[in-house]
């Protein structure tokens, strides 16, 4: 292959829902570019790309796939991403290294889940993208509906630049405005007849030509006044207006293609060439906010924005050129880490059909092997250059799950397999939370955590199971109390002896210090001798006063009494969650001269302040999300009664483009399996995101719950 330069390469990403035809779309492209000399299909199980055991099975694509074609003296770099937003990683991935899309819309369903999802992803990273109506030759394709879906959804951004002559099983051919010709397909191979458009069709393409005039016309002033002046424009200035629509994200040129039998399929390669944009005017930002041009002469500096382990290469690291020309055999530098790597061999991509290459230059997308510490969102550049590019920010995580070995002996090699997951798809995180002693799965939904587990149990040979991932609950009190506790042990030798008295109160921000507390209605005043201040790891305070007088304890055993309380703290005595806020006053206790120790005095501490915070009106604490949820306004009222039912606060609502969006405030206990449950509720077509916002005291019957709960897993101990 030769090296194609910066102005002859252009990066399109394919996006739709799920059984839209991107995949075979892909094959036809690769095709026509002779980069394969025969189409496979899904079904078949043999396409380049969709080319796991899994999307086999499940006959659609799970992970995005790098692949390529030449065409008119350029070359044309696409990804290949899932239809379905469990597995919006590899879309957004592909958003990074890709300057425009193609947007498949399957003529038998029109506007799908999938269309509006990502046409609204295209949107927010600004990426222009053109439209193909797919599976025209389908029996029920129904072209006049499919447009009607795309005009609702995207309103007067789609244009047709063409239209066909007959759908369903007998679709061969369309009408192209821009050059007022009909073309027929004489075989399923792409091979293509031009002619007059007939007499039958000309007013409808008038018409079509008329509506794509007008709206290439209102992309540019200059245009407008002639269209106003003259009524019409030329083919050029059809085609200058209409580019810069289309890069502007004012115009959606919308096509009729079959993938399957090849029709349609080189004029919008051809568009895609002429039309989209090239890498060349690239500015890619970087992590300290300044940008690096996509410059051929520019120091060399490459983007991983994926990364994959194959059974015959090892680690694959799929990259972009962002600047300069990589050659192989370079010697790169992560800044992040210090770490230099060789880049030993360049491939260009077609899925696991990789042809070897000397070089690529700035815009370019290709993969290397064997790098020795580089990461999925890293940067590879010359030595002396400190660039490091703006990562690739996921969305937050919306399906959260504990996940376990089922034989205990497979722990540590589980770690492992979900540590390699999350680096290949960094929308899974993957965390052991001591406090809740699990391991917790997050990912983008149940689609997507299923398949980690079917490639735990089929590739790993591992069995696993999920369970409902405890909750980060928080422990305080909310009054004084007062208690003590002799810890006393005599078994021959020298025994163990304790006593420990205390006093809890609230810990405030910026409350003054207090000495005067009235217990059981006796007023106590103490002389604080020392006052030590914590911040916990967790959260909160623990302010921890010394009072003992005469010689109560000796100052020897404080620290030992400290962490009996630090200890209490970290396994709260409600719950077993993380105990926090909280003024401990250490006032009176005994000690025997010689059976007292260290650990007599921990076991004392932690016992008298046990029993002192079941006595200071204790409360729990729950995590609090922010939620917003995206959804048609047909689903609302279903959506409004779930929340409802998940102890919600609403905080408020707004519409945009055809969406009502809903804010509210959710407990974490209620959002097990939530984006399950929304996608079930809206046919798939509402979409949300979630973050922690704050911890708020549980309602005092789930309060109980919740105590019941703890005290029967204790008594099961």
Not at 271 to 300: L, Q, R, W, Y
Request: glycine share 8%; net charge negative.
């Amino acid at each position: 292959m030769k090296t194609y330069q910066t102005g002859n390469i252009r990066n399109v990403v394919l996006l739709g829902s799920s059984k839209s035809g991107k995949t075979t779309l892909s094959e036809a492209m690769m095709y026509e570019g002779k980069v394969i000399d025969r189409r496979g299909t899904v079904e078949a199980k043999n396409t380049i790309s969709d080319n796991t055991e899994i999307e086999q099975i499940n006959q659609r694509s799970i992970y995005s796939t790098p692949l390529y074609t030449e065409f008119m003296d350029n070359k044309l770099n696409i990804m290949d991403t899932p239809g379905a937003d469990d597995f919006i990683g590899g879309v957004v991935s592909s958003f990074k290294v890709c300057d425009s899309g193609i947007l498949v819309v399957n003529a038998q369903q029109g506007v799908e889940v999938g269309t509006e999802i990502f046409a609204r992803y295209a949107d927010n990273y600004k990426k222009p993208v053109v439209v193909a109506v797919n599976q025209l030759d389908a029996e029920k394709a129904n072209w006049e509906n499919t447009i009607d879906s795309l005009r609702e959804a995207f309103g007067n951004k789609v244009v047709l630049v063409q239209f066909p002559v007959a759908v369903g099983a007998g679709f061969n051919g369309f009408i192209d405005v821009l050059t007022m010709k009909m073309y027929t397909f004489t075989d399923d191979n792409g091979t293509r007849v031009e002619a007059d458009i007939p007499e039958q069709f000309k007013a409808q393409a008038d018409e079509v030509l008329s509506a794509l005039t007008e709206m290439a016309a209102e992309s540019d002033e200059a245009l407008m006044e002639k269209y106003f002046d003259a009524g019409e424009l030329s083919r050029e200035e059809i085609e200058k207006g209409l580019n810069l629509g289309f890069l502007q994200g004012s115009i959606m040129p919308t096509f009729c293609i079959s993938a399957r039998k090849d029709i349609g399929v080189k004029k919008l390669m051809e568009f895609m060439i002429n039309v989209a944009p090239s890498p060349a005017g690239d500015n890619e930002p970087t992590k300290d906010g300044g940008s690096v041009p996509c410059d051929p002469n520019g120091p060399t500096a490459i983007f991983i924005f994926k990364n994959a382990l194959e059974q015959h290469l090892g680690d694959v690291s799929y990259f972009k050129v962002m600047s300069g020309k990589l050659t192989e055999g370079m010697d790169l530098v992560n800044p992040e880490n210090g770490n230099k790597e060789r880049i030993s061999q360049i491939f260009a991509v077609a899925g696991k059909k990789r042809e070897k290459v000397s070089e690529m230059v700035a815009g370019d997308i290709g993969c290397t092997v064997k790098l020795k510490s580089v990461k999925s969102n890293q940067t590879l550049c010359v030595p002396g250059q400190e660039i490091v590019f703006a990562p690739i920010v996921y969305p937050q995580a919306k399906f959260r799950t504990a996940i376990k070995a089922v034989d205990e002996k497979d722990e540590e090699k589980l770690g492992e397999i979900l540590n390699k997951a999350a680096a290949e798809d960094p929308t899974y995180i993957v965390q052991y939370a001591k406090e809740l002693k699990q391991t917790i799965l997050s990912g983008q939904g149940e689609q997507h955590i299923n398949t980690l587990k079917w490639q735990i149990n089929n590739i790993n040979k591992m069995e696993i199971e999920f369970m409902a991932p405890r909750i980060s609950y928080r422990e305080t009190i909310t009054k004084v109390a007062a208690a003590n506790y002799r810890h006393k042990k005599q078994s021959g030798g020298a025994g163990q002896f304790g006593e420990v008295h205390l006093l809890l109160e609230p810990y405030v921000e910026g409350a003054p210090q207090n000495n005067r507390f009235k217990v059981d209605g006796k007023e106590m005043v103490l002389n604080i001798k020392s006052k030590e201040e914590y911040t916990m790891d967790w959260g909160g305070k623990l302010e921890f006063y010394n009072c003992i007088v005469g010689g109560a304890i000796d100052a020897r055993f404080m620290p030992a009494i400290l962490k009996g309380i630090m200890e209490k703290m970290e396994e709260g005595p409600l719950t077993g969650s993380y105990a926090r806020d909280i003024r401990v006053y250490v006032y009176d206790g005994k000690m025997h001269p010689v059976d007292s120790n260290e650990i007599s005095f921990k076991l004392a501490a932690r016992n008298a302040f046990k029993e002192a915070f079941r006595n200071a009106g204790p409360k729990i604490m729950e995590p609090i999300c922010n939620i917003e949820i995206m959804v048609p306004g047909e689903y609302m009222g279903d959506v409004m009664s779930d929340l409802q039912g998940r102890r919600a606060m609403i905080e408020g609502m707004s519409s945009v483009k055809g969406f009502e969006v809903l804010k509210a405030r959710v407990p974490l206990a209620e959002l097990y399996k939530y984006s399950t449950t929304l996608s079930s509720l809206t046919s798939g077509r509402a979409s949300f995101t979630m973050e922690m916002a704050e911890y708020q005291q549980v309602p005092a019957d789930v309060q109980e719950k919740l105590l019941k709960a703890y005290q029967e897993e204790e008594k099961d101990e």
